[in-house]
């Protein structure tokens, strides 16, 4: 699969727009989790030594801060692009990789992870849930179902799950494979979305949605009580 851009290409972009700025670099996300996909985008956090505007690039993630910003909790941080939350600095800091400067010490403690997860998952994946439930009954169950869709719904709150259980940030691969591991009786359904992210030539059907869903409300049933 091809990379749309390196990390090396993407810091000498920016080194040419923000000449001196740029002081550090932190890789996280796919590329750190073993888990990189045709569509997968280059997760960057970059650390500037004065406040700038950082220019959108197709297939880059960027988080940026402020020099200093990775030694702070992340609740005292104002990023100046993107988004900072627990779930990244416990990233950065136990899987994340430096390409530039000095590795953050990024200080955030587990409740305040495991919070942010049950949070998010209330908060956003929740009506989310709700609203694929309502239109899967409206679905022709003979038609393939849109697969960027259906393996955002079904792996993207397994990763949350397993990081309220155990503290590690974990791909969306692995923690599809974990959830059916622990709940044997979607693992047919579960495994196929592991399989069609990595690339394997996987119909998926609004069986593999409803699965996905019946694993949103077990996930869901389990943090919450």
Known sequence: MDQVISPGEYLSLLDARLPGLVVGAQLHGSHVLDDVVFDSDLDIVVELS???????????????????????????????????????????????????????????????????????????????????????????????????????????????????????????SRAGSLAASHWPDLAPPLLDLVRARRGEEVVLTPDHTAAALDLGSRILAEVTT
């Open 50 to 172: 004065a406040a700038a505007s950082v220019p959108a690039v197709d297939g880059v993630d960027v988080v940026a801060v402020l020099a200093g910003d990775l030694e702070r909790p992340v609740s005292s941080v104002t990023p100046l692009a993107g988004e900072v939350t627990p779930v990244l600095w416990q990233q950065l800091r136990t899987v994340g990789q430096t390409v530039r400067g000095t590795r953050p010490s990024c200080p955030v403690t587990a409740a305040e992870v495991s919070a942010y997860c049950r949070a998010n998952l209330v908060s956003y994946w929740k009506p989310q849930l709700d609203l694929d439930r309502a239109a899967l009954r409206t679905v022709d169950q003979r038609i393939p179902v849109f697969r960027e869709a259906v393996l955002w719904v079904g792996l993207g709150p397994a990763r949350l799950w397993h990081t309220i259980r155990t503290g590690e940030i974990i791909s969306k």
